[in-house]
């Protein structure tokens, strides 16, 4: 059973940081490429960060977080992480973790629908 799980949460000022972790389980995790989403109550789940599979030397990041957020991946731990730096108050959401099995290695996904397993979520505050 191909399983998820998301930590790291909380509620930080403006300015500040968090890293996200998601340990995956019951697959082969490197070949498996990943992403992160986020989504606020009432609005779609948006597309935040990818890293392709094997040894994520693609990736991908929404407009709104390139430049403060950065997504990477260790194999030999089944985690893929991302690293929030400056965060602002609109970076408020609950944060999903996302895994497809990926055929290429170069490839990152970024659409939602291309991702058939999810994570439970982890709640992100930034007050201001």
């Known amino acids: 059973q191909v399983q998820l799980v998301e930590s790291g949460g909380g509620l930080v000022q403006a300015g500040g940081s968090l890293r996200l972790s998601c340990a995956a389980s019951?697959?082969?995790?490197?070949?498996?490429?990943m992403g992160w989403f986020r989504q606020t109550l009432g609005k779609e789940r948006m597309f935040v960060a990818g890293?392709?599979?094997?040894?994520?030397?693609?990736?991908s990041y929404a407009d709104s977080v390139k430049g403060r957020f950065t997504i990477s991946r260790d194999n030999a731990k089944n985690t893929v992480f991302l690293q929030m730096n400056s965060l602002k108050p609109e970076d408020t959401a609950v944060y999903y973790c996302?895994?497809?099995?990926?055929?290429?290695?170069?490839?990152?996904?970024?659409?939602?629908?291309?991702?058939?397993?999810w994570g439970q979520g982890t709640q992100v505050t930034i007050s201001s």
């Open positions: 996302a895994a497809t099995r990926s055929w290429s290695a170069s490839f990152v996904y970024t659409g939602r629908s291309t991702y058939n397993t």
């Open positions: 019951g697959l082969t995790f490197s070949m498996y490429a």
């Open positions: 890293i392709s599979r094997s040894d994520g030397s693609s990736t």
